[in-house]
């Protein structure tokens, strides 16, 4: 009897062990987490990953790594980003405990008011196209900061592009979807398309030119691109196509070094990507979440309360990017107030707390940033200021060419150019219905995220991207170009066209740091939805010490002005939904990790052990792998 | 009583021979063709597209009710949740579910019969995709779908449960030839 007794337990723990053995393979099996303490890479493809961690074991730093994986990441991700597009990153080095934005978005043509756009008709035409950053942004960032060459840093890219990689499901899923765009080119379309029909999931992805094109770059550097027979082609191809490209565009494109735009949040320093890109919206937004205590209330996925208010909070930051964000050359941008926790203050207060207000959300106002825009934000951070950067408010620099500030640091916090503050209010306030053109809601999430630290804990977030999936759809030499076109407004001077002007970006490639360590190095691809998606990032992180992935799993939502819908992911209760209806939010639904809300790539520090927990979105293929 | 049952087997065999005769001169299914989504994927698009190719008369409408079965002798049904595509539509999932069921049904009642052309592979597969292809499924009475996304068996189980014809595919462009075949 005692034996048979026995023998039940032993049964039952064997039963119970193989039981915990399949959940554990199970939750490694759909968890796209990885810990390390040496490095960290994550980013939207398995290959992209593999390529940057291979340049960490190999001894290169993290900007050894970006550069690999974010030229990797345009062969194997060639919808989303590559060398005819353009991005930003945001690096801290943490050595010097420093920290430097490189934007190298796309800029328009010195020629480009000789072109007239349509946003609906053009923006597959050689017309929406601008000039492509990404070459001389990763070179600039590579030559500054990394310590590898260049022959060894794009290795990995030029043997995905020339051996060809299995196309996986993210990629097919994509290429059926926007198959129509892929058979406009025919050289896109030889590329995409067998037979007139779209590739699919494991067949191989052969890149020829794509390859060569790299080879250039890799021999070359960015005269291998901007100029040369690329050069020629490029010219050669917008031109007849009706856009317009010259020869002194591709020459005088130079990557902008300058520092992040910075905040504070809760104690954690944000640094983030300045205009044209959105970081500073990113921080507009902590700073007005700071005044509550979401904690208290409960993840939003949980307490209509939180929801409510961090939607009403993305209500205004949104509007005010729209009404005030810009270049930063080309007009003045009070980026200092809408970072000031002044600002964020009046913001917060203007809420209501218990209904949406104003009910339709395009009746939002803007607020007053110019009123807080003399408040020094930095002394609201704990960043320590580069002594080596000069802030540009002092320089009169009104003579100055936008080509003659390309080598030069930046000060991304202020313009150069001055415009009167109250012109630009009142205009601001007389145009608060614009419908821009980037502000339309584009469905997929574009663009490509990917977040890396080496041992040093040297840190970088960067994104680029080609505008939307497969950008203009033209090909040259192997690769898409971008649509940038379609980011500048057309019904308002903020953010309208000009020549050698950046269009406003979403884009917002983050760090932060605690006690001037890395804490979380993040960011996101998902057009308008990257600023809220990072917000919410973060607040999982920082309010709700969520672990990398929960952080990334957590359920998503988004509002903003143009649009009377509040979005919102599976995963948020019914009971939230049925409260934020009560308090007069318009709800569209959508299904558990909908691509829609983006594709963050994100890496959390344990300050305690000092590990690196890496976590790819599940919304999207990808990969975090560490060491 | 042995010439009485050689002269039925006769019987039973020569209408068997007529009647295959018969059946392999008319064709399977008849144009014009009605293509519709259920799901909102672009897919419906390169059914179209393949259907072009064949020379089958065919109108392709995404959102296609009821009123489009005017005159349409074979609805043609591609299965496939795509969030963008819904979106696009401007319709929930829960409508485009609705307006499946209802056209099925309206098929159903109106004697038109439906092929179900699977082309998307694993990208069509799993979640609110089977969800619509349990849909189409239950009034099919043919399937071509590209052999990717039959990987689990889903498409051979239900054929047989069915008793329909099946027609796998290795790629999306070789789902043509059995299209044609289908209203030759």
């Known amino acids: 009897m005692r034996s048979r007794h026995f023998k039940n337990i032993i049964e039952a723990g064997i039963l119970t062990f193989l039981l915990i053995l399949i959940y554990s393979f199970n939750l490694y099996a759909t968890d796209n987490i990885a810990s390390g303490k040496q490095g960290m890479v994550a980013t939207a493809h398995p290959l992209a990953t593999e390529a940057g961690l291979n340049i960490l074991k190999q001894g290169g730093n993290a900007i050894d790594a970006v550069v690999a994986s974010a030229f990797a990441i345009g062969v194997v991700e060639p919808d989303a980003s590559g060398v005819g597009g353009g991005g930003a990153m945001v690096i801290w080095l943490n050595d010097k405990k420093e920290s430097v934005y490189i934007n190298y978005y796309q800029k328009a043509s010195e020629k480009v008011d000789k072109i007239n756009y349509n946003s609906e008709l053009d923006r597959h035409t050689a017309k929406a196209v601008l000039i492509p950053g990404t070459v001389d942004g990763l070179l600039t960032a590579l030559e500054r900061y990394g310590t590898m060459d260049r022959q060894q840093v794009m290795e990995p890219a030029i043997r995905y592009a020339r051996d060809g990689f299995e196309i996986d499901g993210t990629l097919a899923g994509i290429l059926l979807d926007n198959y129509q765009i892929t058979l406009e080119d025919s050289e896109s379309a030889s590329i995409f398309t067998e037979e007139g029909f779209p590739r699919m999931e494991g067949d191989i992805l052969v890149q020829e030119n794509l390859a060569h094109t790299l080879e250039l770059i890799a021999e070359n550097g960015r005269d291998g691109f901007y100029g040369g027979s690329i050069a020629k082609d490029l010219v050669t191809r917008i031109n007849n196509g009706g856009g317009v490209m010259t020869f002194a565009d591709l020459q005088n494109y130079y990557a902008q070094i300058g520092v992040p735009v910075q905040g504070n949040y809760r104690g954690y320093d944000v640094i983030a990507a300045g205009p044209p890109q959105s970081g500073a919206s990113v921080i507009e937004a902590l700073h007005i979440l700071e005044n509550e205590n979401l904690t208290k209330k409960g993840h939003y996925s949980e307490s209509a309360q939180t929801l409510h208010i961090m939607a009403e909070t993305f209500k205004r930051i949104y509007t005010d990017r729209f009404t005030f964000m810009e270049d930063p050359l080309f007009g003045e941008v009070p980026i200092r107030g809408i970072v000031s926790k002044d600002f964020a203050l009046g913001r917060y207060h203007d809420i209501n707390p218990y209904r949406a207000e104003p009910r339709k959300y395009s009746d939002t106002k803007p607020g007053n940033p110019f009123k807080y825009n003399r408040t ?24 100055s060419g936008s080509e003659d500030w390309s080598e030069d640091m930046f000060d991304s916090w202020g313009s150069r150019k001055k415009i009167k503050t109250k012109q630009v209010l009142k205009k601001a306030v007389k145009d608060t219905i614009i419908v821009d053109e980037d502000d339309y809601e584009e469905y ?156 963050a790539q994100l890496i959390l520090v344990d300050p305690r052990t000092q590990t690196y927990y890496g976590a790819a979105d599940k919304r999207r293929g990808g990969i975090a792998e560490g060491y | 009583m042995r010439k009485k049952l050689m002269k039925t087997a006769l019987v039973v065999i020569s209408l068997t021979i007529f009647a295959t005769t018969v059946l392999l001169a008319e064709p399977l299914f008849q144009a014009p063709v009605l293509i519709s989504s259920a799901g909102q994927s672009a897919d419906v698009k390169l059914v179209g597209m393949l259907a072009k190719r064949a020379q089958i008369e065919n109108i392709v409408e995404l959102i296609a009710t009821e009123k489009n079965l005017d005159g349409i002798k074979t609805l043609i049904v591609v299965p496939g949740f795509s969030s963008k595509g819904l979106g696009a539509a401007g319709v929930s999932a829960a409508d485009e579910i609705n307006r499946v069921k209802a056209l099925l049904a309206a098929a159903n009642e109106q004697n038109i019969p439906v092929v179900l052309v699977h082309i998307g592979g694993n990208a069509r597969r799993y979640g609110q995709s089977d969800q619509f292809i349990e849909e189409v499924a239950q009034y099919a009475k043919a399937m071509i779908v590209v052999e990717q996304g039959n990987e689990d068996q889903l498409f051979t189980k239900i054929a047989s449960e069915k008793n329909i014809p099946l027609t796998l595919v290795p790629k999306i462009v070789a789902a043509g030839e059995p299209l044609k075949n289908f209203f030759k």
């Not at chain 1, 934000?377 to 009104?398: I, L, M």
């Not at chain 1, 977040?451 to 040297?458: L, P």
């Open chain 1, 444 to 599: 997929d999430g574009h663009t490509t995220h990917m977040s890396i630290i080496d041992k040093d804990g040297n840190a970088v977030s960067l994104t680029q991207t080609l505008g939307t999936f497969f950008g203009s759809g033209i090909m040259v030499d192997g690769f898409l170009l971008n649509c940038g076109m379609s980011n500048f407004s057309s019904t308002s001077e903020v953010n309208s066209v000009a020549p050698n002007k950046q269009p406003r970006s979403s884009i917002s490639p983050t760090i932060i740091l605690k006690n001037d360590e890395p804490y979380m190095v993040v960011g996101s691809p998902g057009a308008g939805r990257i600023i809220s998606t990072v917000v919410e990032l973060i607040v999982n992180g920082i309010d709700f010490s969520y672990s990398a992935q929960a952080v990334n799993d957590a359920p998503r939502f988004y509002c903003q002005k143009f649009d009377e819908y509040l979005h919102v992911e599976g995963g948020i209760s019914e009971g939230v939904i049925k409260s934020l209806k009560r308090k007069g939010h318009n709800i569209k639904q959508y299904g558990n990790l909908d691509l829609f809300f983006g594709g």
């Open chain 1, 376 to 399: 020094s934000a930095r002394t609201e951070s704990g960043v320590k200021e580069n002594k080596d950067y000069q802030w540009s408010d002092d320089v009169d620099d009104e003579n």
